[in-house]
Protein backbone atom coordinates (compact mmCIF):
# COMPACT_ATOMS: atom_id res chain seq x y z
CA UNK A 1 0.00 0.00 0.00
CA UNK A 2 1.50 3.24 -1.13
CA UNK A 3 2.05 5.73 1.77
CA UNK A 4 0.95 9.39 1.23
CA UNK A 5 0.62 12.95 2.98
CA UNK A 6 -2.11 15.52 2.81
CA UNK A 7 -0.48 19.21 3.18
CA UNK A 8 -1.31 22.87 2.34
CA UNK A 9 -0.05 23.14 -1.58
CA UNK A 10 3.27 25.77 -1.88
CA UNK A 11 3.35 28.05 -5.06
CA UNK A 12 6.27 25.71 -5.87
CA UNK A 13 2.86 22.83 -6.55
CA UNK A 14 1.17 25.31 -8.88
CA UNK A 15 2.65 23.77 -12.20
CA UNK A 16 1.71 20.38 -10.86
CA UNK A 17 -2.11 21.13 -9.86
CA UNK A 18 -2.84 22.86 -13.33
CA UNK A 19 -1.18 19.43 -15.13
CA UNK A 20 -3.21 17.10 -12.87
CA UNK A 21 -6.10 19.43 -13.12
CA UNK A 22 -6.16 19.39 -17.33
CA UNK A 23 -5.06 15.32 -17.32
CA UNK A 24 -8.15 14.86 -15.70
CA UNK A 25 -10.19 17.02 -17.46
CA UNK A 26 -11.61 18.68 -14.65
CA UNK A 27 -13.04 22.37 -15.16
CA UNK A 28 -9.34 24.37 -15.38
CA UNK A 29 -10.36 27.86 -14.14
CA UNK A 30 -10.41 29.26 -10.75
CA UNK A 31 -7.00 27.22 -10.11
CA UNK A 32 -4.90 28.89 -7.11
CA UNK A 33 -2.20 26.87 -5.66
CA UNK A 34 -3.05 28.92 -2.39
CA UNK A 35 -6.47 27.24 -1.82
CA UNK A 36 -5.05 23.75 -2.03
CA UNK A 37 -4.28 20.87 -0.17
CA UNK A 38 -1.97 18.23 -2.05
CA UNK A 39 -1.38 14.21 -1.62
CA UNK A 40 2.51 13.34 -2.08
CA UNK A 41 4.21 10.87 -1.62
CA UNK A 42 7.21 10.24 0.95
CA UNK A 43 9.89 11.19 -2.35
CA UNK A 44 7.24 14.41 -2.97
CA UNK A 45 5.68 13.47 -5.84
CA UNK A 46 1.97 15.06 -5.76
CA UNK A 47 -0.55 12.12 -6.38
CA UNK A 48 -4.13 14.19 -5.42
CA UNK A 49 -5.35 17.43 -5.04
CA UNK A 50 -8.23 19.79 -4.21
CA UNK A 51 -9.69 23.02 -3.58
CA UNK A 52 -12.18 25.64 -1.68
CA UNK A 53 -12.94 28.22 -3.58
CA UNK A 54 -14.61 31.66 -2.91
CA UNK A 55 -17.44 32.67 -5.56
CA UNK A 56 -18.40 36.60 -6.20
CA UNK A 57 -21.84 35.24 -4.56
CA UNK A 58 -20.17 34.23 -1.12
CA UNK A 59 -20.40 30.47 -2.22
CA UNK A 60 -17.90 28.03 -1.32
CA UNK A 61 -17.11 25.29 -3.88
CA UNK A 62 -15.37 21.87 -2.64
CA UNK A 63 -13.39 21.83 -6.28
CA UNK A 64 -10.51 20.29 -8.30
CA UNK A 65 -10.26 17.22 -6.76
CA UNK A 66 -8.45 14.73 -8.67
CA UNK A 67 -6.13 11.91 -8.01
CA UNK A 68 -4.02 10.06 -10.03
CA UNK A 69 -5.08 6.73 -12.04
CA UNK A 70 -2.06 4.86 -10.41
CA UNK A 71 -2.95 5.76 -6.91
CA UNK A 72 -6.92 5.19 -6.86
CA UNK A 73 -8.21 3.32 -3.98
CA UNK A 74 -5.85 4.53 -1.52
CA UNK A 75 -8.36 7.08 0.44
CA UNK A 76 -6.40 9.69 -1.15
CA UNK A 77 -9.46 12.02 -2.63
CA UNK A 78 -11.20 11.36 0.81
CA UNK A 79 -8.74 12.41 2.52
CA UNK A 80 -8.02 15.39 0.86
CA UNK A 81 -11.80 16.25 0.62
CA UNK A 82 -11.54 15.60 4.66
CA UNK A 83 -8.84 18.27 4.85
CA UNK A 84 -10.83 20.86 2.54
CA UNK A 85 -13.92 19.83 4.62
CA UNK A 86 -12.51 20.80 8.07
CA UNK A 87 -10.85 23.74 6.98
CA UNK A 88 -14.15 25.33 5.37
CA UNK A 89 -17.18 27.48 6.11
CA UNK A 90 -20.60 26.05 5.62
CA UNK A 91 -22.39 25.63 3.55
CA UNK A 92 -19.62 24.24 1.48
CA UNK A 93 -20.98 23.31 -2.27
CA UNK A 94 -19.86 21.32 -5.24
CA UNK A 95 -20.81 20.43 -8.76
CA UNK A 96 -20.12 16.58 -10.40
CA UNK A 97 -21.01 14.56 -12.92
CA UNK A 98 -24.67 12.25 -11.06
CA UNK A 99 -22.82 9.00 -11.48
CA UNK A 100 -20.61 10.84 -8.49
CA UNK A 101 -23.73 11.57 -5.82
CA UNK A 102 -23.01 8.23 -3.84
CA UNK A 103 -19.03 8.95 -3.30
CA UNK A 104 -20.13 12.97 -2.28
CA UNK A 105 -22.81 12.11 -0.11
CA UNK A 106 -20.48 9.82 2.28
CA UNK A 107 -19.45 13.12 3.28
CA UNK A 108 -23.25 14.79 4.38
CA UNK A 109 -23.44 16.57 0.75
CA UNK A 110 -26.92 16.18 -0.31
CA UNK A 111 -28.25 17.21 -4.37
CA UNK A 112 -30.08 20.44 -4.46
CA UNK A 113 -32.39 21.74 -6.45
CA UNK A 114 -32.40 24.61 -8.88
CA UNK A 115 -34.44 27.27 -6.31
CA UNK A 116 -31.91 26.22 -3.61
CA UNK A 117 -28.30 27.18 -5.40
CA UNK A 118 -26.83 30.39 -5.24
CA UNK A 119 -26.11 32.79 -8.12
CA UNK A 120 -23.15 31.29 -8.83
CA UNK A 121 -24.34 27.39 -9.16
CA UNK A 122 -27.92 28.65 -10.73
CA UNK A 123 -25.94 30.43 -13.62
CA UNK A 124 -23.85 27.34 -14.54
CA UNK A 125 -26.72 24.41 -14.16
CA UNK A 126 -28.56 27.20 -16.64
CA UNK A 127 -25.35 27.17 -18.94
CA UNK A 128 -25.24 22.89 -18.57
CA UNK A 129 -28.52 22.26 -19.08
CA UNK A 130 -28.21 24.22 -22.36
CA UNK A 131 -25.72 21.73 -23.71
CA UNK A 132 -27.12 18.37 -21.96
CA UNK A 133 -29.12 17.67 -24.99
CA UNK A 134 -26.00 16.94 -26.66
CA UNK A 135 -25.22 14.65 -23.53
CA UNK A 136 -25.35 10.59 -25.23
CA UNK A 137 -24.30 8.75 -22.01
CA UNK A 138 -26.84 9.99 -19.90
CA UNK A 139 -25.10 11.56 -17.18
CA UNK A 140 -26.03 14.81 -15.87
CA UNK A 141 -24.80 17.73 -13.83
CA UNK A 142 -25.47 17.58 -10.02
CA UNK A 143 -24.96 20.13 -7.63
CA UNK A 144 -24.99 19.37 -3.76
CA UNK A 145 -24.68 21.18 -0.87
CA UNK A 146 -23.22 20.59 2.59
CA UNK A 147 -24.28 22.53 6.23
Not at 10 to 35: C, F, H, Y
Amino acid sequence: MAEYIIKPAVKEDSATIRAMVRQARVNPTGLDWRRFFIAQTPEGVTVGCGQVKLHGDGSRELASIVVDPGFRGLGIAKAVIMQLVARSEMPLYLMCRSNLGEFYRKFDFRPVKPDEMPPYFTRINSLVGLFSKFQKDGDSLLVMRRD
